[in-house]
């Protein structure tokens, strides 16, 4: 690292700190007050290993890089918090060869950067998903229809309806794949309308209709933060992401539901400052959907948004692409946290409070 000035450190958003030869503490930058939440005149003098729970990691650190001049150490390790559990960061320790008399540690936090990297893997996997399934789709419309318009016309050559029996399988197979592939482009057609919505609105629809079809042996718990301000965003769209996640979490519980015990939380809640795809949003809306079922299978778990991808007989598998196909067109992202008794679907979104904030 080139020598930053203080005004260079604050304006950092990682957290850095300047550390001399005695391991404590010479500067901290805003990024670091934050993390730490302690403030600059208390952090001058304090013990580095202090604030770390793994201390002998971090003084194994500080001892490398000075016997190893101008080198980096880079390790996880768990921050300690008063009143809170342990923060694991990632943490970067390196003597800039402007700066002999101190070290710089660098730290920013596992679960962020692991969640941009995700956000950025998601993104860059889906435009790739999305751009080879169009050009499939359109390769197989055009010899499918030439498939079943020719089986229409050896039907009629036939005087045995026996034989006619072999070109009807031919025709539904044919109108089978067709509606698959048009909901393979289905997303892709449809514009992105947005309007004021209330996000409950959205999922007082969708618990009314999953609790039409399963009136029995099925709770559907609300957990609102009734707060949450009107924004704009396409109404229809997101009904159709809650409710693909919704019926794909009753579609897992379906032996509990026969038992009574089939339980789908649906919450909602605020978040603010949030960066999704590296844009900054004032405020986001944080909606969850979880269910007590089996879990998702491990062999399919990293797989689940991928097109055709199904972790029951029978199933399309397009159901969560959607979902996610349209949760990226508002410009959020969606993850799920799958273990046997729990999985958790979390879709993030923008807020926008204008109709031009919206994407």
């Known amino acids: 690292m ?23 503490i010479i500067n901290a930058n805003a990024a670091a007050e934050n993390l730490l939440q302690m403030a600059k005149r208390s952090l001058r003098g304090y013990p580095l290993e202090a604030l770390f729970h793994n201390r002998g990691q971090v003084r194994k650190m500080q001892a490398d890089v000075w016997q190893h001049a101008c080198s ?3 390790q996880i390790i768990d921050l300690k918090r008063q009143g809170q559990p342990p923060l694991q960061v ?54 499918l229809g030439g498939i079943r318009g020719a089986a229409q016309l050896l039907e009629g050559e036939f005087q045995d309806a026996s034989l006619r029996e072999y070109t009807q399988v031919i025709i539904k197979e044919s109108d089978r794949l067709q ?13 992105h309308v947005a309007s004021l919505i209330s996000i409950h609105e959205v999922c007082e629809r969708v618990r009314s209709l999953i609790l039409a079809e399963h009136p029995k042996g099925l709770s559907i718990v609300r957990d609102y933060d009734t707060s949450i301000p009107e924004f704009y965003a396409d109404f229809e769209q997101l009904i159709q992401v809650l409710l693909n996640i919704v019926r794909n979490a009753t579609e897992a519980l379906s032996g509990q539901i026969v038992n009574h015990d089939a339980k789908i939380i649906i919450c909602t809640r605020v978040v ?12 986001a809306l944080d909606l969850r959907v979880v269910d007590n079922g089996p879990g998702i299978p491990p062999d399919i778990r990293e797989r689940i948004f991928f097109p055709l991808v199904s972790g029951r007989e029978g199933g399309s598998g397009l159901g969560l692409t959607l979902a996610q196909t349209f949760v990226q067109q508002h410009g959020g992202t969606i993850d799920c946290d799958s273990q046997p008794g729990r999985t958790a679907f979390r879709v993030l979104l923008p807020m926008p409070m204008q109709p031009s904030e919206a994407q």
């Open 272 to 283: 603010r400052q949030l960066t999704l795809h590296r844009k900054r949003h004032r405020l």
């Open 90 to 143: 990632h943490a970067t320790l390196s003597l800039p060869e402007e700066q002999g008399d101190a070290l710089m540690l660098e730290m920013r936090e596992v679960e962020q950067q692991l969640r941009v990297d995700r956000e950025s893997r998601m993104l860059d996997q889906t435009q790739a998903n999305r751009e080879l399934i169009r050009n499939l789709a359109h390769e197989i419309k055009n010899p």
């Open 179 to 191: 509606t698959l592939v048009d909901r393979l482009l289905a997303p892709h057609r449809k514009p």
């Open 2 to 24: 080139a020598n930053p000035t203080h005004a260079a450190l604050d304006g950092l958003t990682t957290a850095v700190l300047r550390i001399d030869r005695q391991g404590q």
């Open 72 to 74: 980096f150490s880079r």
